[in-house]
């Protein structure tokens, strides 16, 4: 473990971080060895570590390179840099390196918004993404994760607009009928009164979010860059800033710019 604390060094903020991991996982498998199947502390230690005679190097190399990245625990990260730090480095590093591009094109913030695992909610999200990423082309990580924000509240919006339409137009098609069978319509349940407003302010509040959000990207976008090359007294609003000449300036270039201003 200590090999590969010391292969981790291309990140030195992340030297302590997976060091702990790591020992923290093999600890955890030292225990389960002992308390659950009553090995002894050695030999709990040697399975841990992947060091028994009968142990299959090659295992923990195939979970670590080609199971998908989500599935990929800690204890195999830690056995196999008990054999190959390189390995169990580049192991880590490829995780990462999945984990970025789920964020960046947007699946990660799907799934926030699923239930049922369905590919067709996963598609209807990164369409609206989609959408936004090529008008708003975002310009580092602060826009990308305010237009997936963005896309998640208009997702969010048009799902709880749909499930509050159902709930009203049910409920409406449930006083037809009691009107057609009886001559009378009866009021709602409180149940059902509640459910409705629920789906209602939900709507609401994603809406208001959809709202916030874009403001947010516009204000970031609005935000002026102020560049001043040579200046002796600048407006910035109410604000006032004298600047000094330096030594090398040339007097000429101050008489004109005077000129200009006159």
């Not at 939900?202 to 204000?219: G, I, K, P, S």
């Not at 090359?229 to 004298?242: F, K, S």
Request: proline share 5%; with cysteine; aromatic share 6%.
């Amino acid at each position: 473990m200590n090999a590969f604390v010391e292969g981790a060094a291309t990140d030195p903020d992340e030297v302590g971080s997976l060091a702990r991991q790591l020992a923290a996982s093999y600890h955890q498998m030292v225990e389960f060895y002992q308390n659950e199947m009553k090995l002894p502390g050695s030999e709990a230690d040697m399975r841990a570590r992947g060091a028994m005679p009968d142990a299959d190097p090659e295992r923990d190399r195939h979970l670590a390179f080609e199971e998908p990245a989500d599935q990929v625990h800690w204890w195999t990260i830690s056995r196999l840099a008990e054999r190959d730090p390189d390995a169990a480095l580049a192991a880590w590093e490829r995780i990462k390196v999945e984990a970025a591009n789920e964020l960046a094109t947007g699946h990660r913030t799907a799934q926030a918004l699923e239930w049922g695992d369905k590919p067709w909610s996963r598609a209807r999200f990164l369409a609206i993404q989609s959408a936004f990423k090529r008008q708003w082309e975002p310009r580092g990580g602060i826009e990308a994760a305010l237009v997936d924000v963005l896309a998640q509240s208009l997702a969010e919006f048009l799902e709880w607009a749909k499930i509050s339409t159902v709930r009203s137009e049910a409920e409406a098609d449930a006083e037809e009928r009691c009107i057609k069978r009886g001559g009378y319509w009866g009021p709602p349940r409180v149940t059902i009164a509640e459910a409705m407003t629920d789906a209602a302010q939900r709507v609401e509040r994603a809406h208001r979010r959809f709202l916030v959000t874009l403001r947010a990207m516009q204000d970031l976008r609005r935000t002026p860059a102020i560049r001043v090359a040579r200046a002796d007294l600048i407006n910035v609003g109410c604000q006032q800033a004298i600047l000094s000449l330096r030594a090398s300036d040339d007097p000429s270039d101050e008489a004109s710019g005077a000129a200009g201003e006159a």
